[in-house]
């Protein structure tokens, strides 16, 4: 799918993995169409860097958690661009252990309406639109906590909830790539640890100890952190390269979910 002429909406784009990607798809000549909530203090940051970028974008204020809304924003992506081509299905809020500690019924559920609700509503509103464009492309971001839970290193990192709603996206991939078929591709995009998310640049990760944090990227692996240019190649993969490839999970996590057996000697047998 060449991207000139395209347009992609990209929830959840102030900074980090959305903004990045964002701005990847605009150097390859799509159009955007931009969420943002909180994180107020990045918002000049983020209209000077798509000023910059050299596309035509649109940034809509909205909080995605009040699903009445997503009807009225999707109108506007349509009334500024008259398509949609692209659904990055991107916003979430997950709670990590080592910083809100035991659950509150208030965590639990915004991590259900973001990382889960919203995302039902955003593809909802989307798919009727992306079938329209005639070669569509959703991708929906989760987490190896839908795999992991609350278990080895990552106990610190992923909350029950946040597990559950992760574990939920994966329907969601599977019962859309049925209903846009053959006309939009829907794949998942399962991020393990990544500097913004999960990783060192996330407030939780400061809160652990050396020790633990060697823990989780020991389990990994290949022995490091995701970096952010790991995260636009693989979306920039799902978008271009792979035409044949709907209702798949893509788990770009350095083997985190592999890490924690070993492989041990092949015995001898019995001759």
């Known amino acids: 799918m060449p991207l000139k002429g395209k347009v992609a909406l990209i929830p959840g784009s102030v900074r980090g993995i959305g903004k990045t990607i964002a701005l ?9 169409a931009l969420t943002r909530f909180d994180w107020d203090t990045d918002f000049t940051a983020m209209e000077t860097s798509f000023s910059e970028a050299g596309v035509p974008f649109h940034i809509i ?11 009225d924003l999707m109108a506007t992506v349509i009334s500024r661009f008259g398509r949609l081509d692209i659904l990055i299905n991107n916003i979430e809020r997950g709670g990590m252990p080592v910083v809100h500690g ?12 973001t990382t889960l609700r919203a995302k039902q509503w955003l593809g909802e509103q989307a798919m009727p639109h992306l079938k329209a464009s005639g070669n569509g492309c959703l991708i929906n971001i989760s987490s190896i906590a839908g795999i992991t839970g609350r278990t080895g290193p990552a106990a610190l990192l992923f909350n029950d909830g946040y597990a559950a709603a992760n574990r939920g996206i994966t329907v969601l991939t599977e019962t859309w790539a049925r209903i ?22 996330t407030r939780g990760w ?6 633990q944090q060697k823990a989780l990227t020991g389990h990994t692996l290949l022995g490091r952190i ?11 993969f799902l978008i271009l390269e792979a035409p044949f490839m ?14 924690g057996e070993t ?9």
Do not use: C, F
């Open 102 to 113: 035991k659950y509150t019924r208030e965590q639990w559920d915004l991590e259900q309406e």
């Open 24 to 32: 990847d798809l605009a150097s390859h000549g799509a159009s955007l």
């Open 226 to 236: 995701g970096l952010m240019d790991d995260v636009v190649r693989a979306v920039r």
């Open 61 to 71: 204020d909205i909080d995605l958690r009040k699903t009445d809304q997503i009807s």
């Open 263 to 271: 492989v041990p000697p092949m015995p001898p047998g019995i001759l």
């Open 206 to 211: 400061n809160l652990l100890t050396i020790e």
């Open 180 to 201: 846009g078929a053959p006309e939009v591709r829907v794949n998942e995009l399962m991020l393990g640890l990544m500097e913004t998310r999960h990783g060192p640049r």
């Open 246 to 259: 709907t209702g798949s999970t893509l788990r770009l996590d350095g083997g985190y979910v592999l890490g």
